[in-house]
Every structure is written in structure tokens, then in C-alpha cells.
């Protein structure tokens, strides 16, 4: 089975400090992508990678940097956090196959920002 | 650009009801189609899948098919159960042949379905 862990569940910090979202997956998939959950908004997409040390930026990329030194690690840093970035984030990867896109996710982080 | 668009909810619906979710797109070219489902306090996991027109993706007795006629991939199950309650997202994967992104899904705002006893 593939596995998608993130390093917390839940994540309480105060405005203005760096935060670290860490993902990691088990199955040796290309793609990773970070998205954020709210409420009447469903799943934007922050950014994406495609391979270790390439990114590129989503729908929703500001406010949010991401790296990707390790094939099986992505991690999401919020350089500043604000109010406004207190959200679910859900992390996922996937393996390309002909043109089809099944995403695996991980159980959520629950960030809040106070 | 891509686009998808699912009925609003929350439905609530008594087991063994019939349930139906909508969902019609908008896309560049010739996309492959999905519905996803997150439990309570869960990720999202692939329910079923579509990768094209009148293919028909089935799983855990839920169903879609994938219409480029109508652009829609309704959800269908003919009896739920409590177990069903959950969020359901439809979503769309525009492959490269036809202008889209090769790695990114479009999702639907996601309809919340809760089944009462």
C-alpha cells in the first residue's frame, strides 16, 4: 500500500514564525504536491514537484515556499505565518501513468495560527 | 481554464436511500475524470475513476460515467449506508496531448454527504 505521512496533525503557531509542513511518501512517485483544505473552498493547489529540486507554483503559491531535496520528502514552509494561512494542509503523491493522475494523500495537518 | 463543478450540500440522506451527486466540467481537451472521498479526520483516497468518454469507474458499489456529451461525472449509489457519510470531491486531470498540466488535479469544492440510520 502506498503510504503518505506528514510530520503532525495538528499545529498551533503564532503570527510571524517560520513554519515547517513535512511530507514524506513510501512509493518512489515522482510528484508531490501540497494543497490547502477550507471550508467552502475544497482543495487549491499551493505547488507542486516533479522531481527532486523542481517546483512549480500552483494556484494559491503566495505566502508559501517549498522544497524538495529528497525524491520521497516535500516539505512546505510558511516564512511568515499569518492568520489568514490557518487551514488544513493535505499533502500527496502520485506516479505518472498514461495521462491518468491517482493522487495518494496524507492524513492532514491541521494548522492553527494565533 | 479547468474547471469543476459539484452540487452544493450538505445532502442527508436515511440508509439505504439512493444517492446522487452532481458534477460537470470545464476542460481544455480530453481529461480523465475522478471522484475522491475523505472520511472524518482522514485524507482524501481515489474512489473511482474515468479515462474516457462512456468509460464507467465502480467501486464500493458506487458508480460514474464519464459523459463528454453532457461534460458530467455524476456519482450514483443505488443504497447507502452510515458508513458512506463522508465528503466527495469530483475532480479532473487534463493530460498534455490536449493543453493541459500532466500533474495537476482541478477539484470541486466537494459535497458532504451524511446517511442517518
Known amino acids: 500500500d502506498v503510504k503518505v505521512t506528514q510530520s503532525s496533525r495538528y499545529l498551533v503557531k503564532r503570527t510571524g514564525e517560520k513554519v515547517f509542513l513535512e511530507c514524506v511518501q513510501d512509493?518512489?512517485?515522482?510528484?508531490m504536491f501540497w494543497y490547502r483544505q477550507d471550508p467552502g473552498l475544497g482543495l487549491r493547489l499551493i505547488y507542486f514537484?516533479?522531481?527532486?529540486?523542481?517546483?512549480e507554483k500552483g494556484d494559491i503559491p503566495e505566502g508559501y515556499s517549498v522544497s524538495r531535496e529528497k525524491k520521497e520528502r516535500f516539505s512546505l514552509i510558511l516564512e511568515s505565518a499569518s492568520t489568514n494561512q490557518t487551514s488544513m494542509y493535505l499533502c500527496a503523491s502520485s506516479f505518472f501513468t498514461s495521462g491518468t493522475e491517482t493522487q495518494y494523500f496524507g492524513p492532514g495537518t491541521r494548522l492553527l495560527v494565533l | 481554464g479547468d474547471s469543476v463543478t459539484q452540487m452544493e450540500g450538505p445532502v442527508t440522506l436515511s440508509e439505504e436511500a439512493f444517492l446522487t451527486i452532481n458534477c460537470t466540467y470545464t476542460a481544455t481537451g480530453y481529461p480523465s475524470l475522478f471522484w475522491y472521498v475523505q472520511y472524518p479526520g482522514e485524507g482524501l483516497q481515489l474512489l473511482l475513476k474515468?479515462?474516457?468518454?462512456?468509460d464507467k469507474g465502480s467501486n464500493k458499489g458506487f458508480e460514474a460515467t464519464y459523459r463528454k456529451e453532457t461534460t458530467s461525472f455524476h456519482l450514483e449509489k443505488g443504497s447507502v449506508q452510515v458508513s458512506d457519510s463522508a465528503v466527495y470531491f469530483c475532480a479532473l486531470s487534463d493530460p498534455p496531448s490536449s493543453g493541459g498540466s500532466n500533474y495537476k488535479l482541478t477539484f470541486g469544492k466537494g459535497t458532504l454527504l451524511t446517511v442517518n440510520p
Open positions: 514537484s516533479y522531481d527532486v529540486k523542481m517546483k
Open positions: 474515468a479515462t474516457k468518454a462512456d
Open positions: 512509493m518512489d512517485h515522482e510528484n
